[in-house]
């Protein structure tokens, strides 16, 4: 098997989605906007924010599954219908760059060429062409960053902009950001109104006597890898030992914990193994993959259970 073959076994894990509590409710908060909007006299909006590789691009692409493009006829003209897309705030963050980001998505050809008051034209009529009912509008944090954003009358103008795009249009959109970006909806009380929705995601728990979500997330992973990556056999991560050496690795981040599982994938292939071991995962920490998410100081599949639980609590102290 060559490297590329291997590779490409193990990034299969990208494809799997666990809809854990809080992905799910976002999932199923996000459809009810787009359901009520459509007959509601104001469209519903909101915020996704979590922080990185918590889930939120994973939840987006979960809400486009069941909103896939289509082509329809109508008067014997074929048009494509975009119920919803996914688009990103581009830094630095100014109103042309977004509304040449959204044209993108909505298939445009010269998504790049015109002003911005042409641009945001084009979007209007291309998001009534398309039947688009839903944006998801990924990035909001490059509102704050890069020089020019940071400038107060930038950030103001692509608020406003987003402000008009929804009055004119009526589409409902998702903003999806850092936990800070939260601040720009709240502080422009017109914004603040229209996006009452919140979701949030967080690094998962690992729970106490009962599983937490961490525990059911990578127990989920792990029972449909072998089916994925076509693998013979994979650890039983329903274990609390080998889930709790998992949390240890990745602090309970969705993002470090299939980041580590990939490279496990990896190191089985590469030894010529169909089957993955606890060792694999060993190997896999060592390279380093998801060391800094990780909660503890030393390679946590090497430590017994005890040994585990108290190098977490050293390592929350800072003390390791
Ligand atoms: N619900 C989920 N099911 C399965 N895998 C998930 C889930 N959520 C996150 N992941 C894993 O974590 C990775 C990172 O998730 P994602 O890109 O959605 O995070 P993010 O919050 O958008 O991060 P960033 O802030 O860096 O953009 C995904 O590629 C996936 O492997
Ligand atoms: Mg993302």
């Known amino acids: 098997m060559d490297q590329f073959e291997i590779e490409e076994r193990a990034n299969r894990i990208d494809e799997i989605y666990v809809a854990h509590t ?3 409710r976002a999932v199923a908060g996000i459809e009810d906007c787009l359901r009520r909007s459509l007959t509601a006299a104001e469209p519903l909006n909101a915020v996704l924010i979590g922080r990185a590789g918590t889930g939120k691009t994973t939840v987006c692409n979960a809400v486009l599954q069941h909103l896939p493009r289509r082509i329809d006829v109508r008067e014997g003209k074929e048009v494509t219908v975009i119920p919803a897309f996914y688009s990103e705030i581009p830094s630095p963050a100014t109103i042309r760059g977004v509304a040449s980001s959204l044209l993108g998505a909505l298939g445009d050809v010269h998504p790049d060429r015109g002003t911005a008051i042409n641009l945001t034209h084009r979007v209007i009529t291309q998001l009534k062409a398309c039947e688009t009912r839903l944006i998801l509008l990924d990035e909001f944090q490059h509102l704050l960053d890069e020089k020019r954003s ?18 004119k249009t009526h589409v409902p959109m998702v903003l999806v950001g850092m936990p800070e970006c939260e601040v720009l909806v709240d502080a422009d009380p017109q914004l603040a109104r229209r996006f009452q929705r919140r979701f949030r995601l967080d690094n998962l728990g690992f729970g106490g006597k009962e ?64 089957t993955t071991t606890m060792e694999d995962f060993a190997a896999a920490y060592d390279i380093g993959v998801s060391q800094s998410g990780s909660l503890v100081k030393i390679n946590p599949f090497r430590l017994s259970q005890e040994e585990l639980v108290r190098n977490i609590k050293n390592g929350f102290r800072g003390v390791n």
Not at 236 to 241: A, C, E, M
């Open 22 to 24: 809080s992905a799910h």
């Open 150 to 167: 940071r400038r107060e009358e930038y950030r103001q103008d692509v608020s406003n902009w987003v402000k008009t795009l929804i009055n």
């Open 211 to 274: 599983k937490g979500e961490f525990r059911l997330f990578v127990e989920a992973l792990g029972a449909a890898i072998p089916e994925y990556c076509n693998l013979a056999g994979f650890p039983d991560l329903s274990s609390k030992t080998e889930a709790l050496a998992l949390y240890a690795a990745s602090g309970g981040n969705p993002s470090y914990a299939t980041g580590l599982m990939k490279e496990t994938v990896i190191v089985t292939l590469r030894a010529r193994r169909e």
